[in-house]
């Protein structure tokens, strides 16, 4: 069974720090592109950070410079540093990823099932 599996929310205070990571398993062939939403309560899901399978970032305006979105292809895993935490950044974390399982084959979308940010004030 392919899945994202999310971990590294929690509870953290203003200015703090949190590692997200999402790992990929199942029998993958290969991942495109990897990347991070959040979705507060009663807003629209948005894209916070994505990676592509050569390393090229790209970040919301909110975000950049307190987020660094890094991936490592080997363990199927992408990872989000979110330093400078903001009680704005308070929202479930996903991480969505492009999957492919031959090499000749499209790649097909999956979403994580989330991890809850909390940023106190």
């Known amino acids: 069974q392919v899945q994202l599996v999310e971990s590294g929310g929690g509870l953290v205070q203003a200015g703090g720090s949190l590692r997200l990571s999402c790992v990929a398993s199942?029998?993958?062939?290969?991942?495109?592109?990897m990347g991070w939403y959040r979705q507060a309560p009663g807003k629209q899901r948005e894209l916070v950070a994505a990676i592509t399978s050569g390393g090229s970032t790209n970040y919301a305006d909110s975000v950049k410079g307190r987020f660094t979105v890094s991936r490592d292809s080997a363990k199927k895993t992408a990872y989000l540093q979110m330093n400078s935490l903001k009680p704005e950044d308070t929202a479930a974390y996903y991480c969505?990823?492009?999957?492919?399982?031959?090499?000749?084959?499209?790649?097909?979308?999956?979403w994580g099932q989330g991890t809850q940010v909390t940023v106190s004030s």
């Open positions: 199942g029998s993958i062939f290969s991942i495109n592109a």
């Open positions: 969505d990823a492009d999957l492919k399982f031959t090499s000749w084959g499209r790649p097909y979308h999956y």
